[in-house]
């Protein structure tokens, strides 16, 4: 499984950003996706994530209320519309998806992800 994210850019404090991640290969073998961020001299976090039919779907409590995961399979495509941002919420933002079957108690966590797509940054300014 191939992931390429894309829709990263800047913007205001109180604006929106929608991002992409594109799928390609075996993604029929696809359980989840989900989207991580990494801060400048942070650790990546995790931000979001949905199966494969879009009906389970988890956050991050920082992000909770202001993003929304939403995947489109006939495009193979998974979208993390982000509203209200801050600027912690500057970061660089990557696509994840797991081949290893239902969400696990450490849905949250990288270990569940064993493909992994390319960045795109996000910078909120204030």
């Known amino acids: 499984v191939q992931l390429q994210a894309s829709g990263g850019g800047l913007a205001q404090a109180g604006g929106s950003l929608r991002l992409s991640c594109a799928a390609s290969?075996?993604?029929?073998?696809?359980?989840?996706t989900g989207w991580f961020r990494q801060a400048p001299g942070k650790e990546r976090e995790f931000v979001a994530t949905?199966?494969?039919?879009?009906?389970?779907?988890y956050y991050a409590g920082s992000v909770k209320g202001r993003f929304t995961i939403s995947r489109d399979n006939a495009k193979n495509t998974v979208y993390l519309q982000m509203n209200s941002l801050k600027p912690e919420d500057t970061a660089v933002y990557c696509c994840?998806?797991?081949?290893?079957?239902?969400?696990?108690?450490?849905?949250?966590?990288?270990?569940?992800?064993?493909?992994w797509g390319q960045g795109t940054l996000v910078t909120v300014s204030s």
């Open positions: 949905i199966n494969w039919s879009g009906v389970n779907t």
């Open positions: 994840a998806a797991s081949t290893m079957g239902p969400f696990p108690q450490y849905y949250s966590g990288s270990s569940y992800y064993n493909y």
């Open positions: 290969g075996r993604t029929r073998s696809t359980y989840a």
